[in-house]
């Protein structure tokens, strides 16, 4: 079976209290991969609480964003038709991720992963299943992520591949 990871594609991330104009260039292709995929799909969805500041994360980057609850921590707009299988995460990689693709009980040929931040959630999620499904084919479409900057984002998709990641 074939699986997309749409990760983080949240208001916060796009256009909201993180989002850049890289974020925002790279919606349309991602709608556009998810129209057209022949597989299952799983979005993902960091996810915050009130708290956040009070948390490791929200201490090293003191940004409220994805509060439970809130327009930010929805998926955008457009994305919103397309999705059915939604799994929230607490911190950048989700260990329940690769127990979700488990349940299926198909051979997992291979998950392809698009979305925000390739240097961080992207990474951490590609990192994970890679780590989980070794035989399955892990790819990046580059086109429909981007990262907190440039440079960072090209860093995350040099790492990547230096682990058989396949970065399109």
Do not use: W
Request: include cysteine.
């Amino acid at each position: 079976m074939k699986y997309l990871i749409v990760v983080d594609m949240q208001v916060d991330f796009i256009n909201g209290s993180l989002g850049s104009k890289d974020a925002e260039s790279i919606v349309n292709n991602v709608v556009e991969k998810v129209k057209n995929f022949k597989g299952k799909i799983i979005f993902t969805r960091d996810t915050h609480h009130e708290n956040y500041l009070e948390t490791q994360e929200g201490r090293k980057l003191p940004v409220p964003h994805c509060i439970k609850g809130t327009r930010g921590h929805e998926i955008c707009d457009e994305l919103k038709p397309y999705v059915n299988t939604v799994i929230d995460k607490l911190t950048f990689g989700s260990v329940d991720l690769p127990l979700l693709i488990k349940e299926d009980n198909e051979e997992v040929e291979e998950i392809e992963l698009v979305g925000l931040c390739t240097d961080i959630c992207v990474i951490s999620n590609a990192m994970i299943l890679k780590a989980n499904f070794t035989e399955a084919k892990v790819k990046v479409d580059s086109s429909c992520c981007a990262g907190v900057s440039k440079e960072s984002h090209q860093i995350a998709l040099d790492a990547m591949k230096a682990v058989q990641i396949e970065i399109k």
